[in-house]
């Protein structure tokens, strides 16, 4: 049977979430979202159902009824922290995709070598910043690559985001036994 996939953006056009100089959250959301989904269509033949092309970011509630069906539902987000020091990989939701969770924030420290956090970057969707875990309450998982706000990590992201894209792309079709096709 075929294996459905769901990946959307955090935030949207009129709500940019965390900002470092130019660099919006809504906006690197939207890219790594459009990226693992032409990597998991093109090598992998999977359906994968987004929130939008290009710009394109259906606010939250919208995004939410994509879920249901699905075989994993991942939104992307960006981390940030008064501290520019903070760093590292965690994705949050509800104790059913606690392995999911590991999964994904596990392919990003390997491709980058950031640290896990929580607990192998698991953390419960009750421990996050965002107003947003309806979508983890919906059973879906919300993932935090890295910290926008650090400004090694961001400049970081920028060089290598189709190395690390594919990385999550990789483990995502892995975790469902998707082939290449
Ligand atoms: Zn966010």
Known sequence: MSKIIVLTAGHSNTDPGAVNGSDREADLAQDMRNIVASILRDDYGL????????????????????????????????NAA????????????????????QVLSRAVADATGWKLRGDGG??????????????????????????ISNDADLKFFKERKWAICRAIATAIAMEVGAARV
């Open 82 to 101: 008064a501290s520019k020091a903070a760093t590292g990989v965690e994705a949050l939701s509800t104790p059913k995709n606690k392995r999911w969770c």
């Open 122 to 147: 698991f953390k419960p969707d009750n421990a996050g910043q965002h107003s947003r875990l309806a979508y983890a309450q919906a059973g879906g998982i919300v993932f935090e690559p890295f910290f």
């Open 47 to 78: 359906t994968v159902k987004t929130d939008g092309t290009g710009k394109g970011n259906m606010p939250l509630r919208e995004a939410v009824k994509l879920i249901r069906g699905s075989d994993v539902a991942v939104e992307f987000h960006t």
